[in-house]
């Protein structure tokens, strides 16, 4: 990538090339790079639809490779002051190095990565979905955790909360908990703690495949929240569609239950924590190893330490403590 821009730029410089020639060289350049000479042969299989290749090549490009610094160091080459002021055009040559130089030292240091569909995918070969038990016991523990974290998650047809079903029903709740106001100032209020919560540390309206997508996603750069959260909200639905497809294009049994599935895979991807510990996985907070693959399944857990688990999930259990050590015991010993 490095390299693509620095001769791309060179090229620039030297007026070998124009600035509309260069972003488009750019632009064919890295969507080739990112989704047809790619390496990653999961994603031929899940991304089909042209619409999300653009969506993945535009969000990789600017959110990991620093896509809109190399466009702004380009533009500054050209920009040109009229005759009085020639002489300060300098200064647009120097912003431009700079630049190119920021876009150069992000896209080297990777302080955010996302994994390959691949590696993404590796989790469902593990536990394909023909040979999981879709049980009483299951269907318990799915219960309890979507009564914690995403209660509409059954009826939902959307992966993430751009739903308007969802929508619609956030802001009720918010405009019906403002009393005394003007009705259009409690709209406009409850829009404006809408926006503000997308982002919020916490929660932020997070649904458990945005949860689950982003486990199986970031790979490094997990603080960048606003990069994270359009992640969230784009490849939730991008990744999962493309399962569900897959599954049924194949015939795969079971594939009927491909909610729950993917509550399976939760279990045994989300990270949790209770207390001061902070466990990589759900599934880590019984058995006590960190293995690729847990020594116990959900239906080796009791409802209590599954639902105090789910608590977990948003740092909710805090309560378990070292004076409190025997209902950590019995969890552990489920």
């Known amino acids: ?27 064919i350049s890295l969507f080739c790079f990112f989704e047809i000479f790619t390496s990653d042969e999961m994603k031929f299989k899940i991304l089909i639809n042209p ?5 993945d090549f535009v969000y990789i490009s600017f959110s990991q ?10 533009l500054m080459l050209r920009i040109k002051l009229p005759e009085p002021l020639e002489q300060q055009n300098v200064v647009f040559k120097i912003l431009s190095f700079l630049f190119m130089v920021w ?28 040979k999981i038990d879709f049980n009483e016991k299951l269907d318990e523990a799915c219960s309890i955790l979507v009564s914690i974290e995403d ?21 009720k709740n918010k405009i019906s908990t403002q009393r005394g106001n003007k009705r259009i100032v409690c709209v406009f209020s409850a829009g404006n703690r809408f926006i503000r919560n997308i982002f919020d540390e916490s929660r932020g ?10 486990s199986l996603g970031i790979k490094r750069g997990y603080n960048y929240k606003y990069r994270r959260k ?33 509550l399976y895979i939760y279990f045994h991807k989300v990270n949790t924590f209770l207390g001061d510990a902070t466990f990589s996985k759900f599934l880590n907070a019984f058995d006590m190893k960190y293995n690729k693959k847990n020594n116990k399944d959900i239906y080796d857990c009791s ?3 599954i639902f105090i688990a789910c608590m977990g999930l948003s740092k909710r259990a805090t309560y378990i403590t070292k004076l409190d050590s025997k209902k950590f015991i019995c969890l552990r010993s489920q």
């Open 1 to 27: 990538m490095a390299i693509i821009y620095i001769s791309v730029y060179a090229l620039t410089i030297l007026n070998i090339i124009g600035v509309k020639l260069a972003v488009v060289l750019l632009v």
């Open 51 to 55: 619409i999300y290749k653009v969506v």
């Open 65 to 74: 490779y620093a896509f809109g610094g190399m466009c702004c160091a380009l």
């Open 103 to 130: 876009t150069l030292t992000t896209t080297l240091q990777q302080k955010y990565v996302i994994h390959t569909f691949g590696e993404m995918y590796k989790i469902f070969t593990w536990f394909p979905i023909n």
């Open 151 to 171: 209660r509409i998650y059954f009826e939902r047809n959307a992966y993430s909360f751009f739903s308007l079903k969802y929508i619609v029903r956030i802001l």
């Open 205 to 214: 309206y997070s649904t458990i495949p945005m949860q689950l997508v982003r």
């Open 230 to 262: 359009i992640f969230e909200i784009l490849y939730s639905r991008m990744f999962f569609k493309g399962i569900e497809r897959m599954l049924n294009e194949d015939q795969v049994a079971q594939k009927q239950y491909f909610k729950k599935y993917l």
């Open 303 to 305: 409802n209590e330490g």
